[in-house]
């Protein structure tokens, strides 16, 4: 029995081996394939690419990374029929850095990406769409992330938009239909499905980028979801502090939470008020019902994509562009490149649903994104890629083992782009500043503007991730902390370690540097990372043109 | 002239019969024509006619007849008319004959290895890549006299392009011509004919930088032609410089014409010379023991692409050259299109003399013996080539077995697509209409380089700042 069976596979290649020979010898005979008998068909000649990708979105308040809230039936369900990533890991923590990592698949030093107010022309390098087109496909983004269309001129005081690095070689490139809130930013992109009701006959890439988790959270989402884990009477605190006469807004946002460091609200330098449980778990179910609503949204597209008979004949990655942290350090925001920012959920559909369920302890990285879906529809990944094709990992072949160390850049720094812009944005709306503050706010805009030159901030803070350990090195510490931002809001000089290490498996909310009780480690990790350092510098190296060149004589 | 077309048509039938059945596998008699393809111990003459471009050899189609006896060789030998140069001048691409690899694996990319005057280091093979093994060692190990007759300059025994000679000549200084390599060529020759040999000959004589010693007669120039120029190696050079300065030169049709007339004298002066020295192996009677390899380093440019001279580009003016190899005693030829590259040149020598590489060099060769398409086997490939000419520019080529050729600028990341079918003068640039295509092909490239050793996305291309060592770009910056 046995033995009869074994031979099958023998017999069955023979007669593989028979048929192609056969095959062979008639087109040789006709010279010229038969259209009839024409090789199967590469993937990219009829498998569609779509790319959720989800601002701020936190893997862990999902269910299939065992979030305890039922806040993504929806994303759990597609991944019970994808790959799920439980450490996939971002170069960067802020949007449009992180993101056009995911989309050239370099790193951000070497794809310019370097700030949000680099233009079009500054980032050269090779995009997912880009390549896809050359493949006949239809690309199109409908994106409600303002990090995509955003720019503020400092001098008008105004948003601009000086030509979107992101939308080069998008055939469409839209922000989404308003939302209830009268707004396009920061709502489920639900554009994309008009997109794709006038568009599912074609071979098409959509990018779906989605900025509603951003902070203020679920300030667009509307009832009764919004408040659906509110804390039953509870009241924000910040409408109960009498220093804040001009906030009436439910919604936690970035100038409540800018001035919360270690759960103290700060005002006039002062902490004010200490953030009482209740109020975490307020801000967390604001957090959480964005999730829900998002989750809500990726429901509604899949429907759409059975009804249009899409799904099995689309690649679907979600990706979240990065999380954000809610409080686990005492720090609110995407500031610094902690585990609730940098980790991030990934899922991989494949069309026919092969690998559904499986979980890849592995580390992984946004770089790791476009080799992988290039890679499977079977093109070729650009020579500059960065990152690696993931599929032999997911097929779990021999040595495929991830990205054991993952590099992350925390560039620019949020310092900076408070220089550049942010600031004055938030002048201009001119409410959030007490009279003592707006005064030191001047000085420390000045400061932050003699220290930065545009577009050249020092080296950022850098850091390397294993499953076990993430080290973070801060290469102009001094600087750090003389215009750190919490050191400005709280009137204290900040003080930063030489080296930060921190244990994962045993602190993944990494509260305690354990750098001195593992030199050993410290000293391997800090010398890849910067080796790693010193590799993207060098590739961004330009010489002056005055520079003297030195062109070999003849002969 | 109908006659002889009639003659090579039977001798092709009769080959192609001869192919058929070997195809087939039947014991027929083979003709007495065949030919053996294992030559060990015979002698082998291994010339380089320096920037000889394809276009202006007869054999290879040229109209007038200025090549008649390198044609004689090509009719009775095997003519391989899609012979592609790894390199468009003369350093890097000879160097790849006498190593079987690409130049920036032997590493003679330039004259100089450092350029930080006054601290220049001029390139040299036992420095750069003291591992590899060139052929002229290969060939004395087994036992051959080894002489190399050269015009100096590109091949120059300082470099060390002498590396396994029993004797080098090159006279320093020079863009030397065959009217003096020759003499030196039979002079060795008399002293060794009765040992097994290698002869590496070669002249400047159709080079820019080289003119006939008895000066030009003008016998191709259109009468009444107004000489601006009048053909010399300074004018030469001027357009040389000139194009390179200004990244194109302004030569009227007329220009051109002269210039091409120039280069045709050259060439049939040349020939001519060709034609002496083989009567005087004739004389020697050292013909029937004599294998022939002829060929060039590169072409040249005359304006098809708005430059002069060579080096700085890869179109085929430049890469495309003829290889003529010629077996003893063989009276009847065939002519080879697949296309093959001059990385092939060292292992079908080897292969035809029966030696084998060293063992600790087993592995060096890029390139594949050439012998089986003597037997009508096909060994058509993709074939690469590179200039990193003068630290000016840095480029790389692809070429398909179907004809489509990606040109990678990459201190600019530039590219140029073209169907060599459609268009074989490369004036269409396809890399808008043809996305896709040069897409893959930039992939094949890098993925080529990668592949021996070379990440071409491992360092920044900086015009004049790009050496082989690293030490050359800070020594710049400190200036």
Same mark, same amino acid.
Request: hydrophobic share 35%.
């Given at each position: 029995?046995?033995?009869?069976?074994?031979?099958?596979?023998?017999?069955?290649?023979?007669?593989?081996?028979?048929?192609?020979?056969?095959?062979?010898?008639?087109?040789?005979?006709?010279?010229?394939?038969?259209?009839?008998?024409?090789?199967?068909?590469?993937?990219?000649?009829?498998?569609?690419?779509?790319?959720?990708?989800?601002?701020?979105?936190?893997?862990?308040?999902?269910?299939?990374?065992?979030?305890?809230?039922?806040?993504?039936?929806?994303? %759990?369900?597609?991944?019970?029929?994808?790959?799920?990533?439980?450490?996939?890991?971002?170069?960067?923590?802020?949007?449009?850095?992180?993101?056009?990592?995911?989309?050239?698949?370099?790193?951000?030093?070497?794809?310019?990406?370097?700030?949000?107010?680099?233009?079009?022309?500054?980032?050269?390098?090779?995009?997912?769409?880009?390549?896809?087109?050359?493949?006949?496909?239809?690309?199109?983004?409908?994106?409600?992330?303002?990090?995509?269309?955003?720019?503020?001129?400092?001098?008008?005081?105004?948003?601009?938009?000086?030509?979107?690095?992101?939308?080069?070689?998008?055939?469409?490139?839209?922000?989404?239909?308003?939302?209830?809130?009268?707004?396009?930013?920061?709502?489920?992109?639900? %554009?994309?499905?008009?997109?794709?009701?006038?568009?599912?006959?074609?071979?098409?890439?959509?990018?779906?980028?989605?900025?509603?988790?951003?902070?203020?959270?679920?300030?667009?989402?509307?009832?009764?979801?919004?408040?659906?884990?509110?804390?039953?009477?509870?009241?924000?605190?910040?409408?109960?502090?009498?220093?804040?006469?001009?906030?009436?807004?439910?919604?936690?946002?970035?100038?409540?939470?800018?001035?919360?460091?270690?759960?103290?609200?700060?005002?006039?330098?002062?902490?004010?008020?200490?953030?009482?449980?209740?109020?975490?778990?307020?801000?967390?179910?604001?957090?959480?019902?964005?999730?829900?609503?998002?989750?809500?949204?990726?429901?509604?597209?899949?429907?759409?994509?059975?009804?249009?008979?899409?799904?099995?004949?689309?690649?679907?990655?979600?990706?979240?562009?990065?999380?954000?942290?809610?409080?686990?350090?005492?720090?609110?925001?995407?500031?610094?490149?902690?585990?609730?920012?940098?980790?991030?959920?990934?899922?991989?559909?494949?069309?026919?649903?092969?690998?559904?369920?499986?979980?890849?302890?592995?580390?992984?990285?946004?770089?790791?994104?476009?080799?992988?879906?290039?890679?499977?529809?079977?093109?070729?990944?650009?020579?500059?890629?960065?990152?690696?094709?993931?599929?032999?990992?997911?097929?779990?072949?021999?040595?495929?083992?991830?990205?054991?160390?993952?590099?992350?850049?925390?560039?620019?720094?949020?310092?900076?782009?408070?220089?550049?812009?942010?600031?004055?944005?938030?002048?201009?709306?001119?409410?959030?500043?007490?009279?003592?503050?707006?005064?030191?706010?001047?000085?420390?805009?000045?400061?932050?503007?003699?220290?930065?030159?545009?577009?050249?901030?020092?080296?950022? %803070?850098?850091?390397?991730?294993?499953?076990?350990?993430?080290?973070?090195?801060?290469?102009?510490?001094?600087?750090?902390?003389?215009?750190?931002?919490?050191?400005?809001?709280?009137?204290?000089?900040?003080?930063?370690?030489?080296?930060?290490?921190?244990?994962?498996?045993? %602190?993944?909310?990494?509260?305690?540097?354990?750098?001195?009780?593992?030199?050993?480690?410290?000293?391997?990790?800090?010398?890849?990372?910067?080796?790693?350092?010193?590799?993207?510098?060098?590739?961004?190296?330009?010489?002056?043109?005055?520079?003297?060149?030195?062109?070999?004589?003849?002969? | 002239?109908?006659?002889?077309?009639?003659?090579?048509?039977?001798?092709?039938?009769?080959?192609?019969?001869?192919?058929?059945?070997?195809?087939?596998?039947?014991?027929?008699?083979?003709?007495?024509?065949?030919?053996?393809?294992?030559?060990?111990?015979?002698?082998?003459?291994?010339?380089?006619?320096?920037?000889?471009?394809?276009?202006?050899?007869?054999?290879?189609?040229?109209?007038?007849?200025?090549?008649?006896?390198?044609?004689?060789?090509?009719?009775?030998?095997?003519?391989?008319?899609?012979?592609?140069?790894?390199?468009?001048?003369?350093?890097?691409?000879?160097?790849?004959?006498?190593?079987?690899?690409?130049?920036?694996?032997?590493?003679?990319?330039?004259?100089?290895?450092?350029?930080?005057?006054?601290?220049?280091?001029?390139?040299?093979?036992?420095?750069?890549?003291?591992?590899?093994?060139?052929?002229?060692?290969?060939?004395?190990?087994?036992?051959?006299?080894?002489?190399?007759?050269?015009?100096?300059?590109?091949?120059?025994?300082?470099?060390?392009?002498?590396?396994?000679?029993?004797?080098?000549?090159?006279?320093?200084?020079?863009?030397?011509?065959?009217?003096?390599?020759?003499?030196?060529?039979?002079?060795?020759?008399?002293?060794?004919?009765?040992?097994?040999?290698?002869?590496?000959?070669?002249?400047?004589?159709?080079?820019?930088?080289?003119?006939?010693?008895?000066?030009?007669?003008?016998?191709?120039?259109?009468?009444?032609?107004?000489?601006?120029?009048?053909?010399?190696?300074?004018?030469?050079?001027?357009?040389?410089?000139?194009?390179?300065?200004?990244?194109?030169?302004?030569?009227?049709?007329?220009?051109?014409?002269?210039?091409?007339?120039?280069?045709?004298?050259?060439?049939?002066?040349?020939?001519?010379?060709?034609?002496?020295?083989?009567?005087?192996?004739?004389?020697?009677?050292?013909?029937?023991?004599?294998?022939?390899?002829?060929?060039?380093?590169?072409?040249?440019?005359?304006?098809?692409?708005?430059?002069?001279?060579?080096?700085?580009?890869?179109?085929?003016?430049?890469?495309?050259?003829?290889?003529?190899?010629?077996?003893?005693?063989?009276?009847?030829?065939?002519?080879?299109?697949?296309?093959?590259?001059?990385?092939?040149?060292?292992?079908?020598?080897?292969?035809?003399?029966?030696?084998?590489?060293?063992?600790?060099?087993?592995?060096?060769?890029?390139?594949?013996?050439?012998?089986?398409?003597?037997?009508?086997?096909?060994?058509?490939?993709?074939?690469?080539?590179?200039?990193?000419?003068?630290?000016?520019?840095?480029?790389?080529?692809?070429?398909?077995?179907?004809?489509?050729?990606?040109?990678?600028?990459?201190?600019?990341?530039?590219?140029?697509?073209?169907?060599?079918?459609?268009?074989?003068?490369?004036?269409?640039?396809?890399?808008?209409?043809?996305?896709?295509?040069?897409?893959?092909?930039?992939?094949?490239?890098?993925?080529?380089?990668?592949?021996?050793?070379?990440?071409?996305?491992?360092?920044?291309?900086?015009?004049?700042?790009?050496?082989?060592?690293?030490?050359?770009?800070?020594?710049?910056?400190?200036?």
């Amino acid at each position: 029995m046995m033995k009869y069976r074994r031979s099958r596979p023998v017999i069955s290649s023979l007669l593989s081996a028979v048929a192609l020979l056969s095959y062979v010898t008639v087109t040789a005979a006709s010279g010229e394939t038969s259209p009839g008998a024409a090789a199967p068909k590469a993937r990219h000649e009829n498998t569609n690419v779509i790319l959720i990708s989800l601002q701020c979105l936190r893997a862990d308040h999902l269910g299939a990374y065992g979030y305890k809230r039922n806040t993504s039936a929806n994303i %759990d369900r597609l991944a019970g029929k994808s790959v799920l990533f439980e450490n996939a890991i971002s170069q960067a923590n802020l949007t449009p850095i992180a993101q056009m990592s995911v989309l050239t698949s370099q790193y951000p030093r070497v794809n310019g990406m370097v700030s949000f107010e680099v233009t079009r022309d500054m980032v050269t390098a090779r995009t997912l769409p880009e390549i896809l087109k050359y493949y006949g496909y239809t690309t199109a983004a409908t994106v409600s992330s303002p990090e995509f269309f955003m720019r503020f001129d400092t001098a008008g005081g105004e948003l601009i938009n000086p030509g979107d690095v992101f939308s080069r070689s998008f055939d469409y490139f839209g922000r989404t239909a308003r939302g209830p809130e009268g707004t396009s930013l920061r709502v489920a992109p639900v %554009d994309a499905f008009n997109w794709l009701k006038n568009n599912s006959d074609k071979k098409f890439f959509l990018w779906i980028g989605s900025g509603l988790l951003h902070m203020p959270y679920s300030a667009t989402v509307p009832p009764p979801y919004k408040t659906m884990y509110d804390p039953p009477g509870y009241t924000p605190f910040w409408k109960k502090l009498p220093q804040l006469q001009g906030i009436n807004d439910d919604a936690p946002s970035y100038d409540i939470f800018s001035r919360v460091y270690r759960n103290e609200f700060y005002r006039d330098f002062k902490p004010v008020y200490h953030l009482t449980e209740e109020d975490i778990n307020y801000v967390t179910g604001r957090y959480d019902a964005g999730v829900y609503y998002t989750d809500q949204f990726i429901g509604d597209l899949m429907k759409l994509l059975d009804s249009l008979k899409l799904t099995e004949k689309t690649l679907i990655v979600l990706q979240s562009m990065h999380g954000d942290d809610l409080g686990e350090n005492g720090l609110y925001f995407h500031y610094d490149v902690t585990d609730p920012v940098v980790k991030n959920a990934l899922l991989l559909r494949f069309p026919d649903a092969e690998f559904g369920g499986k979980r890849i302890r592995e580390q992984v990285q946004g770089l790791d994104v476009m080799p992988t879906i290039l890679g499977y529809l079977e093109i070729p990944a650009p020579h500059d890629a960065q990152g690696a094709n993931i599929l032999p990992l997911i097929k779990g072949e021999k040595g495929a083992t991830g990205s054991s160390e993952v590099f992350i850049d925390r560039l620019p720094w949020w310092e900076y782009t408070l220089s550049r812009w942010y600031l004055e944005m938030q002048s201009a709306n001119g409410k959030e500043f007490s009279p003592a503050e707006t005064k030191e706010l001047l000085q420390y805009q000045k400061t932050l503007k003699e220290s930065f030159t545009q577009l050249g901030y020092p080296p950022g %803070d850098i850091a390397v991730r294993t499953l076990e350990w993430k080290l973070i090195l801060r290469k102009n510490r001094e600087l750090l902390e003389k215009l750190s931002w919490w050191g400005f809001i709280t009137g204290k000089r900040q003080h930063h370690e030489d080296v930060e290490l921190f244990d994962l498996k045993n %602190d993944p909310m990494e509260k305690i540097n354990v750098a001195g009780k593992h030199p050993e480690t410290v000293s391997r990790l800090k010398k890849t990372l910067l080796q790693w350092d010193a590799s993207v510098d060098s590739k961004k190296v330009k010489y002056a043109p005055a520079e003297k060149r030195m062109i070999i004589p003849y002969p | 002239m109908k006659t002889r077309s009639f003659i090579t048509m039977m001798v092709c039938l009769a080959l192609s019969l001869a192919i058929a059945g070997v195809s087939y596998g039947a014991e027929k008699k083979k003709p007495t024509a065949e030919l053996s393809l294992k030559y060990k111990d015979y002698n082998l003459v291994f010339v380089s006619f320096d920037a000889l471009q394809a276009a202006h050899v007869s054999s290879l189609g040229y109209p007038k007849k200025v090549t008649p006896t390198i044609d004689e060789m090509a009719k009775n030998g095997f003519n391989f008319t899609n012979n592609i140069s790894v390199a468009s001048w003369t350093v890097p691409a000879s160097m790849s004959w006498f190593t079987g690899v690409y130049p920036s694996e032997h590493k003679l990319t330039n004259k100089f290895a450092v350029f930080n005057p006054p601290n220049n280091k001029l390139s040299n093979l036992k420095e750069l890549s003291p591992n590899l093994v060139t052929i002229a060692e290969v060939l004395k190990n087994s036992g051959y006299a080894t002489g190399g007759f050269t015009g100096n300059a590109g091949v120059s025994g300082g470099f060390g392009y002498g590396q396994g000679f029993d004797q080098y000549f090159f006279d320093k200084g020079k863009f030397g011509s065959m009217g003096v390599s020759i003499p030196k060529a039979l002079d060795w020759l008399k002293a060794n004919k009765d040992k097994k040999f290698f002869m590496f000959l070669h002249g400047y004589d159709m080079h820019g930088q080289n003119v006939p010693a008895e000066g030009f007669d003008y016998r191709f120039v259109e009468k009444g032609y107004d000489k601006k120029f009048t053909g010399s190696a300074q004018e030469q050079e001027a357009l040389r410089e000139e194009g390179l300065e200004k990244g194109s030169v302004t030569l009227r049709d007329e220009d051109v014409k002269f210039w091409r007339a120039i280069y045709d004298e050259k060439i049939q002066r040349t020939d001519a010379k060709f034609k002496e020295f083989l009567a005087e192996l004739q004389k020697l009677g050292l013909m029937d023991k004599t294998i022939f390899v002829l060929t060039s380093d590169h072409g040249t440019e005359f304006y098809e692409h708005k430059r002069f001279d060579h080096g700085f580009s890869l179109y085929d003016e430049l890469i495309h050259v003829p290889l003529i190899i010629k077996l003893p005693k063989q009276k009847s030829g065939k002519v080879i299109k697949d296309q093959i590259t001059s990385l092939d040149i060292m292992p079908t020598i080897l292969d035809l003399l029966d030696v084998k590489m060293p063992e600790k060099a087993k592995t060096q060769l890029r390139g594949t013996s050439l012998v089986p398409s003597f037997k009508g086997k096909a060994v058509a490939k993709e074939v690469y080539s590179e200039t990193d000419y003068r630290q000016y520019t840095y480029k790389r080529s692809i070429i398909t077995k179907e004809g489509w050729k990606l040109i990678y600028t990459l201190e600019n990341k530039s590219r140029e697509l073209y169907n060599l079918k459609n268009d074989p003068k490369e004036l269409k640039n396809l890399v808008e209409q043809e996305p896709k295509i040069a897409y893959e092909l930039e992939q094949k490239l890098f993925a080529q380089f990668k592949s021996i050793g070379n990440d071409l996305n491992a360092k920044q291309w900086i015009p004049g700042l790009n050496p082989v060592y690293d030490s050359q770009a800070k020594g710049a910056q400190k200036k």
